[in-house]
Nanobody
Framework: QVQLVESGGGLVQPGGSLRLSCVLS????????MAWYRQAPGKERELVAL???????NYEESVKGRFAISRVTKKKTVTLQMNSLKPEDTAVYYC????????????????WGQGTLVTVSS
């Protein structure tokens, strides 16, 4: 069974930094996109940052210049470095990946992590 396990959330003061990590376990043929989403209380889940299989990235406007997403495909990991954190970054952060399960199946499947809470507060 394919799973994503996140780590690295917690409480940080405004202006501080946190690093979120996520590792995919289980058998996959290849991994396509990996991403981080977040959901703040009372709001819909939104894309924070995405990294494609070739390393191309896409960021939500409010995090550009502050957050950086990276991946190590061979290790099936994706990381989100968050700097200059603001109270409005407070949310549950979810790791996401889509992948093919085998060479013989060209469907892309999706998997989500369980979420990790990031709280930015003084």
């Amino acid at each position: 069974q394919v799973q994503l396990v996140e780590s690295g959330g917690g409480l940080v003061q405004p202006g501080g930094s946190l690093r979120l990590s996520c590792v995919l376990s289980g058998s996959t043929f290849n991994i396509n996109n990996m991403a981080w989403y977040r959901q703040a209380p009372g709001k819909e889940r939104e894309l924070v940052a995405l990294i494609g299989p070739g390393g191309d990235t896409n960021y939500e406007e409010s995090v550009k210049g502050r957050f950086a997403i990276s991946r190590v495909t061979k290790k099936k990991t994706v990381t989100l470095q968050m700097n200059s954190l603001k109270p409005e970054d407070t949310a549950v952060y979810y790791c996401y990946a889509d992948y093919r399960s085998s060479y013989y199946d060209d469907r892309y499947l999706e998997v989500w992590g369980q979420g990790t809470l990031v709280t930015v507060s003084s």
